[in-house]
């Protein structure tokens, strides 16, 4: 009998159409059947120059199964050149294509003297989720626009963290990661956002290292990288929220980058009094509020359980109850994403658990004591559990139904203060 997932935390691959929109002046040209783009883009935010309500897409039906629907996405492709004002194109192939075998590859080829850059992605749902979809997309920017370069440009880092959208924060974790590896003398290059796109993308081989910051998402992008590219890579897998990450994040990168280490130490002193003001200011909220939480859980995708998960420890002094990873991680990187939940302050291990089911995650957390009201942080099917416990609940992972995400961040020092702000801000209510 087949399983039932209750509240899945992922799409399939071809919603890696996200990462491809991230990019500016991109657009994603489906090879697919109707109503993908309408079914998968519902993170908010997605609107923008290119809405997923006009992605050109083939819209293969009955009859493209039995003939191949090849001639339809050269029409596609070639109309979408004629029609959409784009610097790069990207077409993403659907479960029905993948099946019936179209030679995707052949057709995207015959665009290789197009005014624009015309590349593609297999991102058929059967072979992954949209983590896996989103490395696809990097993965084809890699092997089909980019060569290695005789260029090096001194301090030049590729900074690169979690999947945009999916993560709501991407943008302004991105930005503050950006602005940390520039206060280190380092010169941040990313592809995604505002005024990124493709004279990023057209830098990337002339960088002197990849900067990866992701439990595991990406690692196989910076392993190919290195092959093809020759560009070495650090990769930094928790997501650094408030002093004692970030500090640990610089002086890491900061080593990596030759950068001198009184210069390191001078800026991490300065970042740390900055942030350590604001603690001292509210010392008697967060030593005074006894409504606050004893014990926590996250439940989210690696990059935030692992991140928030280090910093509710190490920052604040909280215990972790189990913390559940939703994102359907890869058997050959569970091991080590596990090993990261012990790497604690004061000899602290956190349990973890690798689980996609809803149902089971809020049977456990039900069945948990936490010896006084629970913190629960994940996606807007934690609400529901948060009320039965009697929890603070805030939402910070997807679905992110709860509150509206522009530019805002959890990454880095001032990342860690609003993270603290909204937490606390959740526990004042009690007195009210």
């Given amino acids: 009998m087949a399983k039932i997932l209750d509240k899945q935390r992922y ?23 109707p109503g993908c783009a309408q079914k998968l883009s519902n993170s908010s ?8 309500n006009i992605y050109p897409c083939t819209s293969i039906n009955e009859r493209d199964v039995v003939f191949g629907g090849v001639k339809k996405l050269e029409s596609t492709i070639k109309h979408s050149l004629e029609v959409i004002d784009a610097d790069l194109y990207v ?19 015959g665009f290789q003297d197009a005014e624009k850059p015309v590349i593609y992605a297999s991102t058929a749902g059967f072979k992954g989720n949209n983590y896996k979809g989103h490395e696809q997309v990097v993965d084809a920017i890699i092997d089909q626009l980019l060569e290695r370069s005789d260029i090096r440009v ?17 943008l302004g974790n991105l930005r503050e990661l950006e602005k940390l590896v520039q206060e280190l003398g380092l010169t941040p290059n990313t592809i995604f956002g505002y005024q990124r796109g493709l004279s990023n993308i057209k830098r990337i081989p002339q960088a002197d290292f990849n900067l990866l910051v992701s439990p595991w998402v990406g690692l ?8 093809k ?11 650094p929220i408030g002093a004692f990450e970030t500090s640990k994040f610089l002086r890491e990168v900061g080593g990596f980058a030759r950068v001198p280490e009184e210069k390191i130490e001078s800026l991490i002193a300065e970042k740390e009094a900055y942030y350590y003001y604001y603690i001292e200011r509210y010392a008697d909220l967060f030593l005074e509020t006894r409504v606050m939480s004893k014990q926590f859980t996250v439940v989210s995708d690696a990059q935030y359980a692992l991140g928030i998960t280090k910093f509710l420890v190490n920052d604040l002094g909280l215990f972790p109850a189990k913390q559940f990873v939703t994102d359907d991680t890869p058997r050959e990187f569970r091991e080590k994403v596990c090993s990261y939940f012990k790497e604690l302050n004061f000899g602290i291990e956190a349990e973890m658990s ?16 936490y010896h006084g009201y629970p913190l629960i942080l994940g996606g807007h099917w934690e609400k529901e559990i948060a009320k039965q416990t009697d929890a603070h609940f805030l939402n910070v992972s997807w679905p992110v139904n709860e509150r509206l995400v522009m530019n805002s961040y959890y990454a880095g020092y001032d990342g860690g203060l609003k993270l603290i702000e909204d937490i606390y801000s959740v526990a004042r209510t009690r007195f009210n």
């Avoid at 196989?220 to 092959?227: A, F, L, S």
């Avoid at 809803?358 to 004591?369: L, S």
Wanted: proline letters at 6%; hydrophobic letters at 35%; aromatic letters at 10%.
């Fill in 91 to 109: 077409v993403l192939t659907g479960c029905i294509p993948e099946i019936v075998g179209d030679n995707t590859e052949e057709v995207v080829e």
């Fill in 220 to 227: 196989n992008n910076m392993k190919n990288m290195e092959k």
């Fill in 11 to 33: 799409k399939c691959a071809m919603s890696a159409m996200q990462t491809v929109q991230a990019i500016e002046r991109a657009i994603p040209v489906l090879h697919s059947g």
């Fill in 229 to 239: 590219l020759g560009i070495p890579y650090l990769h930094y897998p928790t997501l």
């Fill in 154 to 170: 001194k301090n030049l880092v590729n900074i690169w963290a979690d999947v945009p959208y999916q993560d709501e924060f991407w």
């Fill in 45 to 52: 935010g997605s609107s923008g120059y290119f809405s997923p």
């Fill in 354 to 369: 690798f689980e996609t089911d809803g149902y089971k995650i809020h049977n456990e957390i039900k069945a948990h004591d």
